[in-house]
């Protein structure tokens, strides 16, 4: 049954329409935001310094981090601007159905679809720069759909968006170059306008200072991102196809190949640049397989618009597309939040589906076992970030003063000062040759549940650099994801 309130399309405020989802979507992460730990990547940016660009990445999510653990040291604290992307998610998803002429009926249908879904959900809960970054998409995307529908301004703050987002991400620039190749095939003439030169100049202004800085030091995030391929490119390309459908959610798998296919099925409707735009990030993503999940910024768009089909609107009544919705959401739920008790066997099982899980449990327990190893007088050198990170997050006064790591904008830290050290990890353990001794120090003892950086992890204990730390900390140095 089609919505029968397309007249009132103009007279609810989006904010409005999507009140109840951004609320529902905000209170469940709030809930679950203390649950198990910091993840990965969380420790990181609590370690790194402020600073206006890193190797690894543009400095936004970094800077809202210490932000907020400047106001508390609470996980849920430090999530805020993750919850506050998801909320905001669900509003902009609800305006996709609203260009299309839907509505609120189905606007709200689409906010509350689009909240509840696995991939934002994710996002939602842990603070990573994929946060923002899937925000930023939404945003660009619906500016394009706009503009396709007959407002070619909506170009200018496309541009404007897009460039803020290089503070955060680089990845939106393969987006734009999607889009762009996109309407070259089915709406050339938004190009031709001064709206889309005066949005690409507003987005080169803007990104200027990340993109040339990334320029200037030989694209270190190219190293990071072919580091990534090199570790799991190969199951990448397997589960890609896969891990997108989870991730949009498989009870709406028509929905939002409807909004894919029906611009291009129905005369005179907006957004046919989406499909095209879709297939060339799949297939970028298949040559370059760092990640999975960088196409779903474009799915979860097409799902927004799907709500506006004919068919479906024939096919599916009004209590089977809630019901469906309501359906996916406890599925989302389960799969994407800690739920569960942190305790086998439910962490393996759920570990499987969902890896992120495994990147959020076991920290201070690590951090306590190198607290104990470390011998008095010793600086702590760790291969990888997170490892560092929890050290640096649950040690005490003096061990977070003496953790070091040469992975990635950690580097930047060093050196270490003492010439007794505790090195830690793989990586770090085989510059063993540049110290006048070693002993073994044991491994690391993970859980059942475990980061496949985080298994069989080697230590030694070092002592008598054969050089200065100087000329020996370029060494440890190590860029990868």
């Known amino acids: 049954m089609a919505d029968r309130r397309q007249g009132q399309v103009t007279s609810v405020s989006p904010l409005r329409v999507a009140a109840a989802p951004m609320v529902a979507v905000t209170l469940v992460l709030l809930a679950v935001g203390p649950r198990y730990g910091p993840h990965w990547d969380e420790l990181y940016f609590g370690m790194l310094p ?11 999510t970094v800077w809202l981090s210490w932000i907020a653990a400047r106001i508390s040291d609470g996980i849920w604290v430090q999530r805020l601007p993750a919850v506050a992307a ?42 990573t720069t994929a946060a923002i970054d899937l925000l930023a998409w939404q945003v660009v995307i619906l500016l394009v759909l706009r503009a396709t529908a007959g407002h070619p301004r909506s170009l200018v703050w496309a541009g404007a968006v897009a460039g803020v987002a290089c503070w ?88 939002w190949v409807a909004g894919l296919v029906d611009p291009w099925r129905l005369p005179g409707r907006a957004g046919r640049f989406l499909l095209p735009a879709l297939l060339l990030l799949i297939v970028w993503t298949l040559a370059f397989p760092s990640q999975p999940h960088y196409p779903m910024g474009a799915v979860l768009p097409a799902l927004a618009m799907g709500w506006t089909s004919p068919r479906l609107n024939e096919d599916w009544s009004p209590t089977k597309r809630r019901a469906v919705v309501a359906a996916n959401a406890a599925v989302a739920c389960l799969l994407s939040l800690p739920v569960l008790p942190a305790s086998e066997p439910w962490l393996s099982t759920l570990s499987r589906v969902n890896p992120m899980i495994r990147e959020q449990v076991g920290w201070p327990d690590y951090a306590q076992q190198i607290g104990e190893i470390r011998q008095d007088g010793e600086d702590v050198i760790i291969d990888t ?19 070091y790591s040469g992975h990635n904008g950690l580097w930047d830290l060093g050196p270490p000062q003492s010439k007794q050290v ?56 190590r860029l990868s994801g």
């Open 50 to 60: 402020l600073q206006w660009w890193y190797v690894d990445q543009p400095p936004m």
């Open 86 to 127: 998801a909320a905001a998610g669900a509003v902009v998803a609800g305006m996709y159905p609203r260009v299309l002429g839907a509505g609120p009926g189905t606007q709200k249908l689409a906010a509350w679809a689009h909240a509840f879904t696995v991939y934002p959900l994710l996002m939602g809960h842990v603070f």
């Open 168 to 255: 955060n991400k680089l990845l939106i620039v393969v987006l734009l170059a999607a889009i762009f190749a996109s309407l070259l095939l089915t709406d050339r003439w938004l190009l031709r306008t001064r709206n889309a030169v005066a949005g690409a100049c507003l987005f080169g202004v803007l990104a200027a200072p990340q993109l040339v800085a990334q320029l200037a030091h030989g694209l270190p995030m190219g190293q990071v991102s072919a580091g990534l391929v090199a570790e799991q490119g190969t199951l990448v390309r397997l589960v890609l196809l896969p891990t997108i459908a989870l991730f949009a959610g498989p009870p709406l798998l028509r929905v």
């Open 385 to 403: 970030y997170a490892l560092a990170g929890a050290v640096h997050r649950y040690g005490s006064a003096s061990e977070r003063a003496a953790v």
């Open 422 to 477: 505790l090195l830690v990890g793989e990586h770090a353990v085989a510059q063993q040759d540049s110290f006048a001794s070693c002993e073994p120090a044991g491994e690391l003892q993970t859980r059942p549940v475990v980061h496949p950086q985080l298994v069989d992890v080697p230590m030694l204990h070092c002592s008598g650099p054969l050089v200065d730390w100087q000329a020996l900390w370029p060494q440890f140095r």
